[in-house]
């Protein structure tokens, strides 16, 4: 019962992400996700920016998201390191701190085809919290078209962005 209460308290600090899938075609897709953080625009950004404390280490190549980080400056690297390896996800092209932070870059599987896309973070001020907007826009080559993985891009972005709703709020995600 207990965890029940304490799962309950962490999806409405964050809230629940808005999902969707604003376009899908043979050439590309764009997905939109809004959740309202119960956190200030400063301490989203906080949260953001340590992409390793509420990224899912389920979606990373080394199985484990304390391997992540990401540097918050043009040029930036959000990448991932690991004792025999590593990966850059996205490279950082927008920087306006508490505001706005665009990347580009293919997630996942995406960095195996010939696809780009860029992701922007936006935090708006509202009341004693925050709207998070992440907008992830991918175009390019895949002999079976990119439409179909509109959906499945949508699921995984949307559970990333309500982990870090949680973990501004919060402190977990």
């Known amino acids: 019962m207990r965890a029940w209460i304490m799962a309950a308290a962490l999806a409405a600090a964050a809230g629940t992400a808005q999902a969707e899938v604003v376009d899908a075609q043979a050439g590309g897709f764009q997905v939109r996700e809004t959740v309202e953080v119960a956190a200030k625009p400063d301490a989203v950004w906080k949260a953001l920016v340590d992409v390793g404390g509420w990224w899912s280490s389920d979606h990373t190549w080394s199985g484990d998201a304390k391997n992540l980080s990401l540097d918050p400056k043009p040029g930036g690297c959000w990448c991932e390191r690991w004792p025999d390896g590593g990966a850059q996800h996205m490279t950082v092209t927008f920087v306006q701190s508490n505001r706005e932070l665009r990347t580009t870059g293919a997630l996942g599987p995406l960095s195996m085809m010939a696809v780009s896309g860029a992701m922007t973070f936006k935090l708006q001020p509202k009341g004693e919290g925050t709207t998070l907007t992440v907008t992830y826009s991918v175009g390019g ?15 995984v972005l949307k559970a990333q962005v309500e982990r870090l709703g949680r973990y501004a709020a919060t402190g977990k995600p």
């Open 141 to 155: 080559y895949a002999p079976q078209g990119l439409a179909g993985l509109a959906a499945p891009v949508d699921g």
